[in-house]
């Protein structure tokens, strides 16, 4: 194997390796953004719901995407067990390992909807679901060869594919479930249920953000002529963007510079980044993250306002945001790096025109609308063959940790709950 | 509500039912004062006063006459004569004499507490109440506490000192009380860095404008959409001309008769009383209706016309500046 092909493989499993850690920035994030009763399970779901991401991937989820099949969905290449080596370009099993670990963080994302009420069970059966039937058909649309990428969508790391699916699916776990006990009053006005550890959450975010790198950086596939540095040079400035706007628009707005926002500015940077991070020039990077995490501030308001009760930000930072990330390609894509290279279109600011922009808002639309409408159904059905989806009213306030597990994560902390007596 | 260490059930009953009758003259007659800050605080010092003569007559029916001369003195809003609508207990007992009679005094201050509170006063969340050890003590040991206070000059003491110092005797010896605030006078005059300690100790404000000028509500629970008046806009005020009485010997707890009662070098300051005195009228026209204690000091934003808008939001700009030429006041004739 020639030493270049070498180095991209080897670049692409360090990229594997950092968004694979990206699960442990979301368990720390989850997990801090959530009260103490549930941070066991918050934590200890993600893990097992990786495992179950890997295996339906294995099975059937990088075949539904990149198998032969049709523009809606790739038929081939289940159960994927390819150990041959290249000439050129990835190792099949690299590049399996790199498209995976985008599949459990959209995954986790889709979780985020869940938070601190659904059943076990209900991840369980969701995480089969959504990784065979929500996330893959996105992803073939957009990155298999379906109809989406012939039309030209650009999403160089998925800001659309990853963080708006996984969104969209949070949206709809979120109206099925419905608020937490405690969230609205009867009024109507939204309680802050603050999570236990904001320290937690700020390292979650930390972790992320390295794990970006290899989301980002990683998705150049190679390190021919080190674009990759340019890609994390986006990727950083836009999420050094995103924190700075959301704590000024908290500290403008509210009075406050509030450290979940700023740090949910910060992913917004990185969400925003995603789509545009290889099409972009610094200064656009700069103002794609600051949009982002503007836009971060008032989006977490208005699902509040709408009394979606969303604990973790899920909808705002990954699906609110993911559609900006998605459209700013379509605004600041420049010639070299789209048109020039046969890579899509230029965009709005740079001569291309509403061309790009269209075909971005149009896969924004169809991606959202297939991940929300799917997963809504399957959730629906979930709710009616389960029984619920959410656990009981006694099972919610004692805290996950307790009634689906059988110990808190933070069993010194809790209050002692006595099994009641059979009558 | 409980009343303890009862041995006659019917006395109790009747004092209960004196307190309920009371209360209930109180719902049925304050709307003829609410819109009036003044008359509204006569009416308050009334009820107060009757309530507290009904709870020393029940203590000297359990215990005996006062073994001692002593004075009922209220503090905070009701010390200001800054009542609004509802209004919570903030009050003391100064009695001559020494330590021994000091638990009769607690049964009384208790008494009154419990009286208060049948009445529509809801007890203190901090104690301070003449129930309370620490507010109900002889002439000697109030003067040695106060110095303790002033001595120990932590933020925590000074708190107290300041909610001490706003007040007024309701009932009993007034000569009491003022030697009280002489003494602490005459404290301060001689180490005037305290000055400073008890500038920082309310420099803390609530925000309640952002910097384009808007409201800063608060964002969730039932109080969205609300600011606090007492905290946001009332404390600069009242805070300030606290500050500066203390610096210039005024007795008089009032903020308004403090305004009044600054000398003449301080007409920067005295142009803002017109300010207060219009918040004191905004805030009855606006809650006049409130229906608790909890309540009362709520301002939902967005219910306001623009004009109020407006006209609420120039008191606390200019209250804001008042604190801020307060502090310049205190840095620059305190600093040591």
Not at chain 2, 187 to 193: G, S, V
Not at chain 2, 250 to 279: G, H, M, W
Request: contains cysteine.
């Amino acid at each position: 194997m020639d030493a270049t092909v070498l180095m991209d493989n080897l670049w692409v499993i360090i990229g594997t390796i950092l968004v694979f850690f990206m699960l442990g920035g979301f368990i720390l994030l989850e997990a801090g953004s959530t009260r103490m009763k549930n941070a066991g399970h918050i934590a200890g779901k993600t893990i097992f719901t990786a495992g179950i991401g890997a295996l339906v991937f294995w099975a059937v989820g990088y075949g539904f995407i990149y198998g032969e099949g049709n523009a809606f969905i790739g038929l081939s290449n289940f159960f994927y067990g390819d150990a041959s080596t290249v000439e050129e370009g990835l190792a099949p099993a690299v590049d399996f390992m790199f498209q995976m670990m985008f599949a459990l963080v959209s995954l986790t994302i889709a979780f985020g909807g869940f938070a601190e009420r659904a059943k076990l069970s209900a991840y369980v059966i969701f995480a089969i679901l959504f990784s065979a039937f929500v996330y893959p058909v996105v992803a073939h649309w957009i990155w298999g060869g379906g109809w989406l990428g012939e039309h030209g969508k650009q999403d160089f790391a998925g800001s659309t594919v990853v963080h708006l699916t996984g969104a969209m699916a949070a949206l709809a776990a979120t109206m099925i479930l419905k608020p937490r006990i405690g969230k609205y009053n009867k009024d109507g006005s939204a309680n802050n249920i603050a999570g236990h550890n904001q320290v937690f959450t700020a390292l979650g975010v930390l972790v992320l953000w390295v794990g970006w790198f290899g989301f980002n950086a990683g998705s150049t596939f190679g390190v021919a002529d080190a674009f990759f540095g340019f890609v994390a040079l986006n990727t950083q400035l836009a999420a050094g963007a995103g924190a700075v706007a959301a704590m000024f628009i908290a500290w403008v707005v509210t009075g406050k510079a509030d450290i979940p926002t700023t740090l949910n500015g910060a992913l917004a940077g990185l969400v925003a980044i995603t789509a545009s991070c290889g099409f972009v020039e610094p200064w656009a990077a700069v103002v794609i993250g600051l949009v982002g995490g503007l836009m971060v501030f008032y989006s977490m308001k208005l699902f509040d306002k709408a009394k979606i009760d969303d604990p973790i930000f899920a909808l705002s930072v990954h699906g609110t945001v993911g559609v900006w990330g998605t459209l700013s390609n379509g605004l600041f894509a420049v010639p070299a790096l789209s048109t020039d290279i046969d890579w899509g279109q230029a965009g709005l600011f740079y001569g291309g025109g509403f061309t790009q922009l269209g075909v971005q808002a149009m896969g924004v639309a169809a991606s959202g609308v297939y991940a929300f409408v799917v997963s809504y159904i399957i959730l629906k059905v979930m709710n009616a063959v389960m029984g619920g989806i959410r656990v009981t009213e006694e099972e919610e306030i004692i805290g996950l940790d307790l009634s689906e597990h059988g110990s808190y994560g933070y069993p010194e902390s809790m209050p002692k709950h006595k099994e009641k007596a059979g009558v | 509500m409980v009343i303890v260490n009862h041995s006659d059930n019917d006395e109790f009953e009747a004092y209960i039912n004196c307190y309920l009758e009371m209360r209930q003259w109180r719902d049925k007659h304050i709307h003829k004062v609410w819109e009036n800050p003044i008359a509204l605080n006569q009416f308050h010092d009334m009820l107060i006063k009757t309530t507290v003569q009904k709870a020393i007559e029940k203590v000297e029916s359990e215990l005996g006459p006062a073994p001692a001369h002593f004075a009922f003195f209220i503090m905070g809003s009701g010390g200001r004569s800054e009542q609004s609508i509802w209004s919570d207990q903030d009050h003391g007992i100064i009695f001559a004499g020494n330590e021994g009679f000091k638990s009769y005094f607690l049964r009384m201050g208790e008494e009154i507490s419990n009286g208060l509170s049948v009445v529509g006063y809801e007890l203190c969340d901090g104690k301070v109440m003449s129930s309370n050890p620490k507010w109900c003590n002889s002439v000697a040991s109030w003067e040695q506490q106060i110095s303790n206070w002033l001595n120990e000059a932590s933020w925590e003491s000074l708190r107290y000192f300041s909610t001490f110092f706003d007040s007024r005797v309701l009932i009993g010896e007034d000569g009491f009380l003022l030697r009280l605030k002489e003494r602490a006078f005459n404290h301060l005059r001689k180490d005037p860095y305290l000055y400073i300690r008890l500038f920082e100790n309310i420099r803390h404000m609530k925000k309640g404008l952002g910097i384009l000028g808007q409201f800063l509500p608060d964002s969730f629970g039932k109080e969205t959409r609300c600011i606090n008046m007492k905290e946001v806009i009332f404390f600069p005020y009242i805070n300030s001309l606290r500050l500066l009485s203390l610096k210039e010997g005024i007795f008089t707890p009032s903020t308004l008769a403090r305004f009044q009662q600054l000398p003449n070098r301080y007409n920067t300051i005295k142009k803002y009383q017109v300010d207060f005195e219009k918040l004191l009228h905004l805030r009855l026209y606006f809650k006049k209706h409130s229906k608790s204690y909890e309540d009362v000091h709520l301002l939902n934003v967005d219910y306001l016309a623009k004009s109020e808008k407006q006209e609420l939001k120039q008191i606390m700009k200019h209250g804001y500046r008042l604190f801020n030429e307060t502090k310049h006041i205190i840095n620059k004739g305190c600093s040591s």
